[in-house]
DNA sequence: GTACAAGAGGACCTCTGTATCAAGAGGTCA
DNA sequence: TGACCTCTTGATACAGAGGTCCTCTTGTAC
């Protein structure tokens, strides 16, 4: 689905979206409203910097803001910096050579219409359909470590 | 999306899919029509037996045969296998705790459309849709001996 | 100009999924 | 019974994502 880094760049994109025209936040506050590590976070924000979403400001009095409003920021332009293009592919067997385009499997078009509800999910919703109005509680959550269940060996 | 091992086991079980009735396949042979590892494939073929989903009969004339006719194999009882249950969480923001079922984020219907979606695909689509009428190509495969099934040690 | 605040970035660590190796166990056949 | 075949299994290696540490660079305030 969404690597880690892809929704921790989403939630820190959706927390500087709270915040009022003008306004910065701290990297380290950042952290930890977000929950996301913040020399983790650091290294995200300087990749969503260099895609121009957002400003970074160094210095007494610096920090993060968006730099365009939050509803011009759909989630595609931030997931598709940190996921491969490969994450979706055109045939659920993304690897089995049979199933081309001129020959598809009988899934294929089945899978087509779930990929593209994806696909327009992200280019439909933006920052501030996942951002709550909760600008003053300062929540902070927990570090996300994606786990995998071990297979199961029984039934 | 999918991890390497579920599309691996899927591209292995349509293989057996297309084996006439009766007729097994070596672990050689399979690694090599579907372009798997042979020794990781080894690994995930025991993890589909203890499922039982395949019937793996070891010595001379032996090899893997599907347990279940194909259409009775839904590719969820196959990921399901592989992948843990936080894949697809209820929210595309799994690890912030703001969005509960309670007071949803804005996008929240939308992306509950688009899990279904990728659910019910996985629940409706059976092997026999993956699999392709490619039983002619590359015939390595051969009647299984007659004899017992190796009853296996859970379910 | 100096002290301090804050982001940038390289080196490195850890964990997990993916993959390989080698030996073992179960089965067939002459 | 022994040679041979084939799956099973534990140990181990490798690569990449996620995460930490430390130093450097840039900007502000006085």
Same mark, same amino acid.
């Given at each position: 689905?969404? $690597?880690? *880094?892809?929704? #921790? @760049?989403?939630?820190?994109? $959706? &927390?500087?979206?709270?915040? $009022? ?12 409203? =977000?929950?996301?590590?913040?020399? #983790? ?9 260099? !895609?121009?979403?957002?400003?970074? =400001?160094?210095? =007494?009095?610096?920090? #993060?803001?968006?730099?365009?409003? !939050?509803? !011009?920021? %759909?989630?595609?332009?931030?997931? $598709? ?6 994450? +979706?592919? %055109?045939?659920? /067997? ?14 294929? @078009?089945? +899978? ?5 509800? #994806? /696909?327009?999910?992200?280019?439909? =919703? *933006? /920052? ?6 909760? !600008?003053?509680? *300062? ?5 996300? &470590? ?5 297979? *199961?060996?029984?039934?």
């Amino acid at each position: 689905m969404l $690597s880690a *880094t892809s929704e #921790y @760049a989403l939630r820190a994109l $959706s &927390r500087l979206a709270q915040l $009022s025209r003008g306004e910065a936040i701290l990297g380290r506050d950042l952290s930890q409203s =977000t929950g996301v590590p913040q020399q #983790y976070l650091a290294k995200i924000m300087l990749s969503l910097r260099n !895609a121009g979403l957002v400003l970074a =400001t160094r210095g =007494t009095g610096g920090g #993060y803001m968006l730099l365009r409003p !939050a509803d !011009a920021i %759909h989630l595609i332009d931030v997931v $598709s910096l940190f996921e491969g293009p490969s994450t +979706w592919p %055109h045939c659920l /067997l993304r690897g089995d050579r049979k199933c081309t385009s001129e020959k598809p499997c009988t899934a294929h @078009a089945h +899978w087509g219409k779930v990929r593209n509800g #994806y /696909l327009e999910f992200l280019e439909h =919703t *933006t /920052l501030v359909d996942i951002t709550q109005d909760t !600008a003053h509680e *300062t929540q902070v959550t927990r570090p996300l &470590r994606k786990k995998r269940a071990r297979p *199961t060996t029984n039934c």
